[in-house]
């Protein structure tokens, strides 16, 4: 990953935005996360959508990742925090209230040392699988 310091503020290249943003807490934790995920397992980086628009209700929202399946459907929606800030109850409604309108079923939340990674009505799964193996379990 590749940062720098411009105007006296760090900066991250995002790969997927194609664009320097300012290095906060979570686009930290959300550069690591979606680079484990292309390059530990296997996820295409060409079906990653970042800062994905969507309109909840009235409110306009900005999912921090969406990854999309080989037919470019909506499969996961990824909500991550600092790694200061705890996965909370009030996390997984955020990235439940995002998804009614994707209706993806996969979300994973991230904040660096904790991972939950939740599949249709609230099943648990142990890590975050691969990209082959969501097709799979679709």
């Given at each position: ?87 909370t109850q009030k996390t997984l ?46």
């Open positions: 990953m590749r940062t720098r310091v411009y105007n006296n503020k760090e900066q991250i290249f995002c790969e997927w935005r194609h664009r320097w943003v300012r290095l906060t807490p979570e686009e930290w934790v959300r550069q690591q996360l979606l680079h484990h995920l292309v390059e530990q397992l296997g996820y295409p980086s060409s079906r990653i959508a970042v800062e994905q628009a969507i309109t909840v209700g009235a409110a306009h929202k900005r999912c921090d990742a969406v990854v999309y399946d080989q037919t470019m459907c909506p499969l996961v929606l990824i909500e991550c925090k600092a790694e200061t800030v705890p996965l409604d955020q990235a439940i209230t995002y998804n009614r309108q994707l209706n993806v079923p996969y979300l994973i939340l991230h904040n660096g040392p904790q991972t939950i990674c939740v599949h249709g009505n609230n099943h648990l799964i142990t890590g975050i699988p691969r990209y082959a193996d969501l097709l799979r379990r679709e």
